[in-house]
């Protein structure tokens, strides 16, 4: 019975410390990240350029793979009615 008691003790002092040490690290780790952020903050970025309205052209290679691959899965059945360029 000495040893159960011995083998709680060891299992609740380990699972502790190990739970401890882990809020330690989260904890410090938000520290970090609060003090990197007020001294030495992200560059703001460029002003993008102007994208023009509308959808890029796809070219005709790729719209031709896009024509083989549909046609393969489903057999000749498929129809393609629209191919846009997502930015």
Known sequence: ME?????????????????????LLIYLG???IALVNK????EEVAAKQIMPKGPLPIPGNVLAAITAA?????????????V????
């Open 3 to 23: 040893n159960m008691e011995t083998a709680l003790l060891l299992l609740v002092v380990g699972m502790g410390t190990v739970f401890a040490i882990l809020l």
């Open 30 to 32: 938000k520290f970090l």
């Open 84 to 87: 846009e360029k997502i930015n």
């Open 39 to 42: 001294y030495a903050p992200e």
């Open 70 to 82: 549909v046609n393969v899965v489903t057999h000749g059945k498929g129809k393609i009615t629209k």
